[in-house]
């Protein structure tokens, strides 16, 4: 194994943040459909001082597929240096929308003509099931085409002013914006992401996950085919704790728009407060999901299975504890536990596959952690519980099962992991007073035939996302975004595109002719 990946092997978290601070490659990369190697992407990346490289591994083979670059500090400053350049020239932030437009809907068809081979990548690289990345990619360029047409729509306002006044509201963008993004959804976080912020004319700059980088690679190298100008959408790798460290410590930074864990949001919004500037944070979670005595039981199992297992449980609103009334609970275990036995494990390019791998070791053993500790804690096992290699390779975690009670860790940690919490709950008022109890509040679902106990639960659950009778419904109209230690800010919808521009209040007098003397005795006192 080579040092680097003992290095990311040996993070305490199932990301890696660690310094890279050796030269490899060390090992040929491995997989024909990969270039053997990955540069960054911003004008100047292939002469830039990166000469470290992070190995990206396949997680169900183990083998290793590609490297990237591993931007420097030095690497970060050129491509903030790149945006700066681009943004203050005016070659996309002071083009007509139309041209934005035009041009975001061109990205967007030629990224459905690739579709399948993104898919594969994300496949490839994350360790998840080819049927679940055909699904997700096909929806992306939606939000290429939701945000063209928003920059193409989007008006000031003239709000009421006392007086002779006129006072209008003008947009305009940030500048160069730091985009940080996580592995688990690589394409779609870094589209949600970067759409609004072109759209309203911003120059980004993307630092992807160490772990799972090409797609967005080839996305920023794809945009500009489709003639976004260089510059405008530049493309950092590195590890967080230097490459993602150094892009947001960057006084010329407008704006920084995260998603990953709660820790690194905290270490990324301290240095935003230096900098005085907005973050928009989509972090971890811990997502509840209620499930009524009225329900019918089997659309509720089916409806939680989704919730808890698609992804191997790797997704920030993943319904990872399940919070069944009394009356129903031993029915809803019997079948929930059944159905995850049953759930076929295998290769993610198999397009039979309905779980696969989780990404690295360090997530096969913060999950076994977890099992570990919640049986010690008197947590009753109920399905998995244990890796499962295939031919003795990859990072496959059984789906596992566990019943807990309320304050067990597995009850109130994000695992990320398919490891799922059952918890027994006497009551309503119970049932909501547990999923209320843990720090975050991204997501949050509920089981139910009645449309008032819905809507009174869903006004009272601690959560930016309720899903009545459903999970993981996602469109790009619809803001997404937690509270608490899950976050701060929206990805999405109008909220998302406006929080990539700033507004400039004018106010101006169209009356008084002769203009106000506030000195002249007896007259001036009168202003506003
Ligand atoms: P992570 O926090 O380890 O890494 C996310 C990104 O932040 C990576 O690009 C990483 O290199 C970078 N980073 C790490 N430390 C940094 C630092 N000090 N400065 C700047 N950048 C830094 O998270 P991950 O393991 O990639 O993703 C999993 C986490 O993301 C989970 O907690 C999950 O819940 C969360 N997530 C949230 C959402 C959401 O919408 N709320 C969506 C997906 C994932």
Redesign the pocket.
């Known amino acids: 194994m080579s040092l680097l990946r003992q290095l990311i092997r040996g993070s305490t978290?199932?990301?890696s943040?660690r310094r890279l601070d050796i030269a490899i490659p060390a090992r040929r990369p491995f997989h024909s459909m990969f270039r053997p190697h990955y540069t960054n992407v911003f004008p100047g990346a292939e002469i830039g001082s990166s000469r470290q490289r992070i190995e990206i591994e396949n997680p169900a083979t183990e083998e290793i597929i590609c490297t990237v670059d591993a931007a420097s500090p030095a690497d970060v400053n050129a491509a903030v240096t790149a945006g700066m350049k681009a943004f203050q020239s005016g070659i996309w932030a002071n083009k007509d929308v139309n041209h934005r437009f035009d041009v975001l809907i061109k990205l967007a068809d030629m990224l459905k003509s690739r579709m399948s081979e993104f898919a594969k990548y994300e496949s490839l690289q994350t360790g998840r099931p080819i049927r679940e990345m055909n699904a997700q990619l096909a929806r992306l360029p939606e939000w290429l085409t939701y945000h063209a047409s928003l920059a193409r729509t989007h008006t000031g306002r003239i709000p009421p002013f006392k007086g002779k006044m006129l006072n209008t509201l003008t947009y305009s963008p940030l500048g160069v914006v730091a985009q940080?993004?996580?592995?688990?959804?690589p394409l779609l976080?870094a589209i949600k992401k970067i759409a609004p912020a072109l759209a309203a004319g911003n120059s980004v700059v993307v630092?992807?996950?160490?772990?799972a980088p090409v797609s967005v690679l080839l996305f920023a190298e794809m945009a500009l085919e489709a003639r976004i100008p260089e510059g405008v959408l530049n493309v950092v790798c590195g590890?967080?704790?230097e490459t993602?460290?150094a892009?947001?410590e960057d006084s010329r930074i407008a704006k920084i728009d995260?998603?990953?864990?709660?820790e690194?949001g905290r270490?990324?919004c301290a240095a935003a407060g230096k900098n005085l500037i907005p973050v928009t944070a989509?972090?971890?979670?811990k997502t509840p999901v209620l499930v009524f005595p009225d329900i019918e039981v089997e659309r509720a199992v089916k409806g939680a299975l989704f919730a808890s297992f698609i992804a191997a449980g790797q997704?920030?609103v993943t319904g990872s504890r399940i919070i069944i009334h009394e009356d129903i609970y031993d029915q809803f275990a019997a079948s929930f536990v059944a159905k995850a036995n049953a759930l076929r494990i295998g290769d993610p390019l198999d397009t039979k596959t309905q779980v696969s791998t989780v990404i690295n070791r360090a997530s096969i053993d913060r999950c076994q952690r977890f099992v570990d500790q919640a049986l010690s804690e008197g947590g009753k096992l109920l399905c998995g519980g244990s890796p499962a290699p295939v031919n003795g390779k990859g990072h496959f975690f059984q789906p596992t099962v566990i019943e807990v009670t309320p304050e067990m860790a597995l009850a109130n940690e994000?695992v990320?992991g398919p490891v799922i919490a059952l918890i027994r709950s006497p009551s309503p008022a119970h049932m909501l007073a547990t999923a209320n109890s843990t720090p975050f509040a991204?997501g949050a679902a509920l089981w139910t035939s009645s449309l008032s106990l819905a809507h009174s639960v869903s006004q009272q659950l601690d959560a930016g996302l309720v899903w009545v009778n459903t999970h993981h419904n996602n469109d790009p109209s619809s803001p997404?975004?937690?509270w608490k230690d899950?976050?701060m800010g929206k990805?999405n919808g109008v909220e998302a595109f406006e929080g990539y521009l700033k507004c400039k209040s004018t106010v101006v007098n169209w009356g008084e002719a002769g203009g106000v003397d506030w000195f002249e005795d007896n007259k001036g006192a009168r202003y506003g």
Request: aromatic share 8%; glycine share 20%.
């Open positions: 978290r199932w990301s943040s940080i993004t996580p592995w688990n959804h976080i630092k992807p996950s160490e772990l590890l967080g704790a993602g460290k892009l947001c995260l998603t990953g864990g709660t690194t270490a990324v989509e972090l971890g979670g997704t920030c994000e990320f991204l997404w975004g937690g899950s976050g990805e």
